[in-house]
């Protein structure tokens, strides 16, 4: 079984700042990918961030980056010049196969951009 | 890419009754998920369902209180039977399809439900 943990329940920080999303995982697999979820208050989940365990590169997505640590099982989100539009729920997630595997999720950072 | 919706948004229902919340795909998907989610909290799986087999249900939940039917590739439903207050939640469904170069994992706007 495989599990996902977010120790931050609560962030805040000012607008235009940079922030950093904490997550650490648990999988016996080698094989695995990430995923960085974000809920706005509308409630609506959007796919941020992806990253496959076997690639060294960090993905990065326009203001949205990681820094996957793949020996410390550590797998942050950081967001540069945040914006308002950036408030929301952000949900770390593992699933161990693409095609046919549910997702583990953590419990979830919740984002507040002070304007 | 898919896009997904889902009826209704949210409902009232009181006890004892039963609920079914549809999903639709824009496109065709394989595997289907239904969530479920307190305010403020993570998702948890309630069952997988894919096109022409029994849906496989997580711990904890069971077919009897979740029935899901998965009629073709675009479309499926989740039944909340005989609800009490302990079912308020909202439910999400999301479906797996080729995103950028990979599946990915999108989710349908979700339905809340409220039962008195």
């Known amino acids: 079984a495989q599990t996902v943990t977010q120790s931050q329940p609560e962030m805040s920080v000012q607008e235009a700042e940079t922030v950093t999303l904490s997550c650490t995982y648990d999988t016996s697999e080698n094989n695995y990918y990430l995923f960085w979820y974000k809920q706005p208050p509308s409630r609506q989940m959007i796919l941020v961030i992806r990253q496959e365990a076997y690639k060294q590169q960090n993905a990065t997505e326009n203001r949205f980056s990681v820094n996957f640590q793949k020996a410390a099982k550590s797998f942050s989100l950081k967001i540069s010049d945040s914006q308002l539009g950036d408030t929301a729920m952000y949900f770390c997630a593992l699933t161990t196969r693409f095609g046919n595997e549910k997702l583990t999720f953590g419990t979830g950072t919740r984002l507040t951009i002070i304007p | 890419s898919a896009v997904i919706s889902q009826k209704p948004s949210r409902d009232i229902c009181q006890r004892g009754t039963s609920l079914t919340i549809q999903c639709q795909v824009d496109?065709?998907?394989?595997?289907m998920f239904w969530y479920r989610q307190q305010p403020g909290q993570s998702l948890t799986l309630i069952a997988t369902?894919?096109?022409?087999?029994?849906?496989?249900?997580e711990s904890g939940f069971v077919i009897d209180k979740f029935p899901i039917s998965r009629p073709n590739l675009t479309f499926s439903t989740l039944t909340v039977s005989n609800m009490s207050p302990e079912d308020s939640s909202i439910y999400l469904c999301?479906?797996?399809?080729?995103?950028?170069?990979?599946?990915?994992?999108?989710f349908g706007p979700g339905t809340r439900l409220t039962v008195t």
């Open positions: 999301s479906a797996e399809a080729l995103g950028q170069g990979a599946y990915e994992q999108y």
């Open positions: 369902a894919n096109q022409g087999s029994e849906a496989t249900y």
């Open positions: 496109s065709q998907v394989t595997m």
